[in-house]
């Protein structure tokens, strides 16, 4: 047995016992924080009195919400019509009260109005009309979801972008190689000084347009084109010229190439856009007097977009008046088939530079479209080059154009003036000394006929006085051979023409190079 004397029994209690006793701490402890947390929590519910400072839950939302945002913006302009108009608040919204009621747009547009993360979407239906404004309202039945209205409505306006221009294709002017064009024209003016008196100078024939190639010229591919123009009664002067013109077309309508002083630029003459034709020439017109080109006066006339049947393009100017210093009258009109091009071209000019000893000018005039590849047109014929001679001469027709090049040192026929009836010269001996022919052309007569020949042929002086010059010489065909029945030899520069009537026959042409020190020459000759 244990005495109850023994030594620490009655200050150490056993390890057991004092677990014991720190479980039953605890649990004390824990019983007062339950009845403190319950205290505060009836505090907070308003079971009992609040603690100084504590916050305050209990006030009711009557803030008005507002527009914070609005797209498309205010006063915006060039809107796509394919737009959705929204609204964004400043505080979260009711769904349910922002409807066809409460967002409206003006004109009336049909669709559907959606709302997500405080922002309201009208979704148009159908795209808005182009170039129309339109006002977009918010309404005061828009509420939030504490029931509160906005405080008034809210509106803005935009407005939608024009409609673009329809695409189009290019002028749409069908160019081949070896496509042709016939137009008749009809040239009167009349120049009148006091010193000189009146002149009159005036062109009725045809122009002939032929599509050489296609060509890259000056940066872009473009269709090189010769215009023959030939008058219809020129006499003794000259009536057949040649032009070369490059024409190229684009999604924007039809270019020409048009020489300036400082080189040149592509100019627009047919438009298939809404483009003005400012300062743009007219196809193939000649005139007026005043200038170098027919100009239409910047922002005169307008072609319309789209494919056309025709286009008529107008345009009047007057200048009169005591104190002008010319009086002026012009008025001109174009009219444009879809791919044909020009098919009338009209003109009526006068000047009076109201000085009793100074020069008035009246010009007037038409072109008129009279074929598109198809007849009447001249033959065209390609010249031979080196070592022509009689025997091998090109075939040939009275209603022909030629085209050919030659140079002083081509081979060919060296021509005895006895050998082709001469009791004098009628042969000249080129720069050289040599009395050759170059280039040989036949032709046939069933009757008698009045026959007109010119030579025309590209003229240049590259450097000083060295000058190109090309001479044309006529044979009919005997039995010893060709004899000699004509010339034309003018000085440099100048266009080779002869005419006759000639009977029934064969009969040869012959060009000449009296001089070409700047190489080949190209020519032109016209028979009819």
């Known amino acids: 047995m244990f005495s109850r004397s023994s030594h620490h029994d009655s200050v150490t209690p056993p390890p057991w016992r004092a677990e014991a006793v720190r ?8 019983a007062i924080f339950a009845v403190i947390f319950a ?8 079971d009992g009195p609040s603690a100084p400072g504590a916050e305050e839950n209990d006030e009711p939302d009557t803030t008005p919400p507002t527009v914070a945002s609005t797209s498309p913006d205010p006063g915006a302009a060039d809107v796509d019509v394919a737009t959705t108009i929204r609204a964004t608040f400043s505080e979260d919204m009711d769904p349910a009260t922002l409807n066809a009621g409460t967002f409206l747009l003006d004109p009336a547009v049909p669709g559907s109005i959606s709302y997500a993360s405080r922002t309201a979407t009208f ?21 939030d979801q504490a029931g509160n209205p906005l405080a008034q409505g809210h509106s ?7 409609p673009p221009p329809p695409a189009v294709p290019a002028a749409g002017v069908p160019f081949a190689t070896g496509k042709r064009w016939r137009y008749e024209a009809i040239d009167t003016t009349v120049v009148c000084a006091s010193s000189t008196g009146c002149s009159k100078d005036g062109f009725q024939g045809s122009y002939y347009v032929h599509v050489e190639a296609e060509a890259s010229w000056q940066g872009r591919s473009a269709w090189r084109t010769m215009v023959y123009r030939l008058q219809g009664n020129p006499g003794a002067e000259a009536g057949f010229r040649t032009i070369t013109e490059y ?40 005139g007026p007097a005043h200038g170098d080109e027919m100009v239409l006066s910047p922002g005169s006339a307008t072609v319309p977009a789209g494919t056309f049947t025709t286009v008529k393009a107008l345009h009047e100017f007057k200048q009169t008046g005591r104190y002008a210093p010319e ?85 060919g026929a060296i021509i005895d003036d006895a050998g082709v009836g001469c009791t004098a010269e009628c042969v000249f001996a080129n720069v050289n000394g040599e009395k050759k022919l170059q280039d040989w052309y036949r032709f046939e007569l069933t009757a008698t006929t009045t026959i007109r020949i010119e030579l025309a042929y590209t003229y240049s002086t590259a450097t000083s006085n060295l000058f190109s010059d090309l001479d044309l010489y006529a044979f009919d065909e005997t039995e010893s051979g060709p004899r000699y029945i004509g010339s034309s030899v003018l000085p440099p520069g100048q266009q080779e023409i002869l005419t006759g009537t000639l009977p029934p026959g064969t009969y040869y042409l012959a060009v000449q190079a009296w001089d070409t020190p700047n190489g080949r020459v190209p020519y032109w000759m016209s028979i009819r």
């Open 23 to 30: 479980a039953a701490i605890r649990a004390h402890a824990a």
């Open 39 to 46: 205290a505060l929590a009836l505090a907070r519910c308003g």
């Open 123 to 143: 979704a148009p239906s159908a795209p808005l009309d182009s170039g129309t404004a339109y006002t977009a309202t918010i309404t005061t039945g828009a509420r």
């Open 156 to 162: 803005w306006t935009f407005s939608t972008a024009e």
């Open 247 to 286: 024409l190229a077309q684009d999604e924007t309508g039809l270019w020409q190439w048009v020489a300036t002083g400082e080189g040149g630029e592509w100019r627009q003459i047919l438009s298939r856009t809404a483009a003005s034709f400012g300062n743009s020439t007219f196809f193939l017109a000649d």
């Open 327 to 411: 009086d002026i009258f012009e008025t001109t009109a174009e009219h444009y088939a879809d791919g044909v091009g020009l098919v009338l071209a009209s003109w009526d000019y006068s000047f009076d530079d109201n000085d009793p000893a100074g020069t008035d000018i009246v010009s007037k005039g038409m072109l008129a479209l009279t074929h598109v590849d198809e007849g009447p047109f001249p033959a065209f014929v390609a010249g031979a080059e080196a070592n022509d001679t009689a025997d091998a001469a090109n075939a040939a027709a009275p209603f022909a154009i030629i085209a050919g090049e030659t140079e002083i040192g081509d081979a």
